[in-house]
């Protein structure tokens, strides 16, 4: 072997390619601990949810969306009101179906209702307030922590007086208080009462009720033309669920329906932006999957489910 004495100069070079070697090494590792760190603390930051709506179409009962949203790797599941009463008509019971739900590893997130508890008509919101309770003591049974609260039955014209709704609002959430679940205003892009964010956030603010919140969905701040940025203002209690979607660049938003909801990614959402000013609000967020597409509903429940959990994480994951 020809052992050859170093020079000075190709003795410093050689360091300094070492030199540089390893401080590329470093710096990469740093960078990967960095990435990992980053989204080990996105995972605590967003709890991942099912909403029922997603698989709908699919006629499948409450039990069966239960196991899928376990299967697919859900920590909570949003069910609607009329599948658990279907449940309970068929000789099962709430008991029976919050233990199914915990045997999953499962927590109850939310509730989905459409009662009209927000009508100007005394007589109807009496009636759609007695419904509520109903429809909210049911779910509580089965464990449900919140209870969407939209505008259901005034999506119309006239305006409401948005005070008055404070009035009625801050009712929904002290019969909420008696029964131990929290009802969460809700946005509905489509309707005109109730289709900003800030109309939301300012009945919400004016109950004085600490538990009042309100319920967010990427589609409807779309449709209604909320501006997002707003949420830089708000605290960790104020949107603690947002309904997770995206949606096309085309139809535009006058024209776009639910039926156009797609997959999170898959549109042209600002879908990071926008859990980036939720999470800067502070607080555990919960993601739940809300779609109404029917071309979804043709393919198998559980890869829908699936599916629509991989591309929210590919999301939430790069929220810095």
């Keep these: 072997m020809n052992k050859r004495k170093l020079g000075r100069r190709e003795a410093l070079a050689q360091t300094g390619l070492l030199a540089g070697a390893t401080m590329a090494f470093e710096q990469f590792a740093v960078s990967n601990a960095s990435a ?17 709506a997603t698989i709908r179409g699919h006629k499948l009962g409450i039990v069966k969306e239960v196991e899928i949203a376990s299967e697919a790797g859900y920590s909570g599941i ?7 009463q279907e449940y309970v008509k068929g000789g099962g019971t709430p008991k029976d179906l919050r233990k199914r739900i915990v045997d999953a590893g499962l927590t109850v ?29 049911l779910m509580a049974q089965i464990g449900a922590r919140r209870f969407a609260a939209p505008p259901a039955g005034a999506t119309d014209l006239p305006k409401l007086d948005l ?22 205003l809700e946005l509905w892009g489509f309707s005109k009462n109730l289709n900003h964010l800030g109309e939301c956030v300012f009945v919400a603010m004016e109950t004085g009720h600490p538990k009042a919140c309100v319920l967010a969905d990427v589609f409807h701040l779309h449709k209604g033309g909320s501006n997002f940025r707003g949420m830089r203002l708000l605290g960790p209690e104020a949107i603690p669920v947002l ?11 006058e024209k776009i329906d639910d039926s156009f909801r797609i997959y999170p990614g898959d549109g042209s959402a600002p879908l990071l932006e926008i859990l980036t000013a939720l999470r800067k609000t502070g607080g555990q967020k919960v993601l739940s999957l809300e779609l109404f597409n029917r071309t979804y509903w043709t393919q198998k429940a559980l890869d ?17």
């Design 78 to 84: 949003e069910p609607w009101v009329d599948s658990v």
């Design 243 to 253: 309904h997770m979607n995206d949606f096309p660049i085309n139809p535009p938003a």
């Design 36 to 52: 990992q760190a980053v989204g080990a603390k996105n995972e605590s930051a967003f709890l991942f949810c099912l909403n029922t």
């Design 163 to 184: 005070l008055k709704v404070v009035e009625r609002y801050r009712a929904l959430l002290e019969a909420g208080d008696q029964i131990g679940i929290v009802p969460e």
């Design 304 to 320: 829908v489910a699936k599916t629509g959990l991989a591309k929210m994480k590919a999301v939430a994951l790069k929220v810095i």
């Design 109 to 137: 997130e939310g509730a989905i209702g459409f009662s009209d508890w927000i009508v100007d008509d005394d007589a109807r919101r009496a009636k759609g307030l007695e419904r509520a309770k109903q429809e909210m003591d």
